[in-house]
């Protein structure tokens, strides 16, 4: 029977790391030496326990995050292995939110990379404790020194050497341990180290070493400081205080590895049993603003980070249990979908493989599969609960085509299969576009999109087209004009009348109507008899007055000159775009006592409405984005030129740290591609993040050339 783990006999990790810092090799040597897999695998061989997916395979690395259970010294260790490239950054921050800790590595012959400091901000803004992992100790170009001496100028003095090699390079196979005072020795198969007495050359470095991790103890609280400036501090006493400061983000352990040799992570593992913080340390918000901490006696209540859909087996959830204890069998209620689920089966996982269990206790991590109804940021809940958790926060998308099935038979299933994708990685964001008349989605870069492609054509044998996305632009007026279109039809019995004389005028906010407008040599007053303010769904606003006196127009056609002027909103005359921000006044008209309708005043509406429009200076607005590049401080010139050549406002800058992070208002119809190019101007050391601002007025010559080529393409559909 398998081993009930409680909260405080577990430890949530994230592992992670940028690519090619062998994060894959190094979680196969420790599911190796937990002994859940009795031979290691390669990613040369594709097949590692983490990269199961025919994707994964086929580019060779990962692309999903991986949970993996891991049992050792009675102690259990969920470890989600997380992607490396940024462009799965959301798998990460998924995982992130659901567990106590974070292990960044890094190789000891490349140190520093882009990715060691995309990982270290996503760490940071989540507020997790941290720790790194240098690996690749043995590596013929390894310097170890220079790679501890780089994470400290990027990432300043909380970094902490807990062990450093002896002998790092091709012969690596001994590294001095600074918290248990002993040289760690391993023979040429790795594995479990002979720990012998530090080596006499080494001893006043170490004693000096471990005089620090005296003092980072000390911090931790006053009985230590009193201590340490007193007798001194116990080992026990040093490993109390050391957890306390690690926990807080005060320090970040440095320890070094070689996953390919196996050396050092029966060490790395044991330093996570002992140091990380486990799931009782930490409460989880709901959406209430309550503070849940794991307890096996409370309700019990679950939340699924992960859902994937896995070759032979169909969608498998993993969750975290966030209190009390989940049984096989046990019947709970989704939170957010209102609907029921019955836990038939749970699974302890490592990577592809699977366990059965009976049971999972509080702050524990497993999946189950055969959920009809739940997806990723779902709550289930026993009858008793009603608890219902904060979703996790993504990074907003930086890449977006339009997507489309080579044969357009296939339109109702691509969509299908792009909710289910979504529903995969919400990273992925699908919008059907009824403007655009486009599926566009999103993601977090070239590579993200490329794999949504990859899978969609060689595991569900659809095939699609990449474009590029359509610009949603806005068209609005800047000033006055006025119309009047009379509609009438006979055709034998009744006819169709109706005739609308308006007015429009751009609409701002808190600007009356005037009381008088001239246009030519005529002068029309305005008495306000009845105001309608509709916001528009696409932004923005059209605003109605009824300023019609002795009943030219029935006050019951005045819905059927509405239904026109919008039927004119949602399709402006200048691109077909979406209009906005205008008032019209409705100040006469005529109707026909037999022939009057509402058909005729819709018409007489709509028509009237599109002449005044056209008469009215009409410009067209395109949508507008705020930037952030964080961007290191020698390379900022260059994506500062870039940004101008794309019709950027920049808007300010700020220094982080290496970095500075500059700010600037920027066109959507410029930022197609800004993720490859922002990554080929900066060999891929910087990042940005883009949200929707508001929309603004295009240069003249952008709309002089929109409407040119919307002319030509209504052309060329007739």
Request: proline residues 4%; hydrophobic residues 35%; negative net charge.
């Amino acid at each position: 029977m398998a081993k009930i783990y409680h909260a405080n006999e577990i430890k949530n990790i994230a592992l992670m790391g940028g690519s090619g810092s062998g994060k894959t090799t190094l979680m196969e040597s420790m599911l190796f030496e937990s002994g859940i897999i009795k031979r290691r695998g390669t990613i040369e061989g594709q097949n590692t326990v983490c990269d199961y997916f025919p994707v994964e395979k086929e580019y060779g690395y990962s692309v999903f995050s991986s949970v993996c259970n891991i049992e050792f010294h009675d102690k259990k260790l969920n470890i989600i292995d997380c992607a490396g490239a940024d462009d799965f950054i959301g798998g990460t921050a998924a995982a992130l939110q659901m567990v106590g800790s974070a292990v960044i590595v890094l190789t000891a012959n490349e140190g520093v990379t882009v990715g060691t400091e995309n990982h270290f901000r996503l760490v940071e803004s989540k507020k997790k404790p941290l720790a790194f992992v240098i690996n690749k100790c043995d590596h013929d170009n390894a310097d170890f020194e220079k790679t501890f001496n780089q994470l400290r100028e990027t990432f300043g003095n909380k970094c902490t050497l807990i062990q450093y090699p002896v002998n790092a390079g091709n012969g690596f196979n001994a590294a001095i341990d600074v918290l248990k005072g002993k040289m760690l020795v391993w023979k040429a198969e790795g594995g479990a180290p002979e720990e012998k007495d530090i080596p006499a050359a080494e001893q006043e470095k170490v004693a000096e070493m471990r005089q620090q991790l005296q003092e980072q103890a000390a911090e931790a609280d006053e009985t230590l400081l009193d201590k340490f400036l007193g007798e001194g501090l116990t080992d026990e006493e040093i490993m109390r205080g050391l957890q306390s400061v690690y926990a807080d983000g005060s320090m970040y352990p440095v320890i070094c590895t070689s996953g390919l040799r196996d050396m050092g992570i029966r060490r790395l593992m044991d330093f996570l049993i002992t140091m990380a913080p486990s799931p009782e340390q930490f409460a989880y918000p709901t959406i209430d603003g309550k503070a849940i901490r794991p307890q096996d006696g409370a309700p019990t209540s679950l939340y699924v980070f992960k859902t994937s859909v896995e070759p032979h087996i169909g969608e498998v959830n993993y969750f975290r249990v966030m209190q009390g204890v989940v049984r096989a069998g046990d019947d709970m209620q989704n939170m957010e979908r209102g609907s029921k689920e019955r836990i038939s089966q749970l699974f302890s996982v490592a990577g592809g493989m699977r366990t059965p269990v009976d049971e999972v206790h509080a702050g524990d991590i497993a999946a189950t599969v055969k959920l009809k109804d739940t997806r990723t940021g779902n709550t289930l809940n026993t009858k008793d609960c009603d608890l219902q958790y904060a979703p996790i926060t993504y990074p907003e998308p930086k890449y977006r085509r339009a997507i489309r099935p080579q044969n357009e038979a296939d339109n109702e299933k691509l969509a299908a299969l792009l909710t289910r994708m979504h529903e995969e990685d919400p990273s992925w964001v699908i919008e059907q576009s009824k403007e655009l008349r486009q599926t566009i989605v999103s993601g977090q870069g070239e590579f993200h999109l490329r794999t949504l492609k990859w899978r969609l054509e060689n595991n569900d044998k659809m095939m699609i087209e990449f474009d590029e996305p359509k610009i949603p632009y806005r068209e609005t007026i800047t000033k006055s004009a006025r119309a009047d279109y009379r509609h009438k039809k006979q055709s034998g019995g009744s006819g169709q009348f109706g005739e609308v004389h308006l007015i429009v005028e751009p609409y701002e906010e808190g600007v009356p109507v005037k009381e008088t407008y001239k246009f030519g040599n005529q002068e029309y007053r305005i008495s306000v008899k009845d105001t309608q303010e509709i916001p528009l769904d696409w932004g923005g606003k059209v605003v109605l007055i009824n300023s019609i006196v002795g009943g030219a127009i029935d006050a019951r056609f005045i819905p059927a000159i509405l239904k026109g002027i919008m039927d004119r909103m949602e399709q402006g005359p200048l691109t077909g775009s979406y209009a906005r921000d205008v008032r019209v006044i409705i100040y006469d008209g005529k109707m026909h006592p037999v022939d009057s309708n509402e058909i005729s005043f819709r018409l007489a509406g709509r028509n009237a409405f599109a002449q005044a429009f056209r008469e009215a200076n009409p410009k067209i607005l395109e949508p507008i984005y705020e930037v952030e590049v964080l961007v290191p401080g020698d390379l900022m010139g260059d994506v500062m030129s870039d940004l101008n050549g794309r019709r950027g406002m920049v808007l300010g800058m700020e220094a982080e740290k290496n970095f500075q992070r500059l700010k600037a208002l920027v066109p959507l119809a410029e930022m197609s591609n800004y993720s490859t190019t922002l990554s080929s101007l900066t060999g891929g050391r910087a990042t940005f993040t883009m949200r929707f601002k508001d929309y603004e007025l295009v240069p003249g010559d952008v709309q002089e050339r929109l409407i040119k080529d919307y002319a030509s393409q209504q052309s060329d559909e007739e």
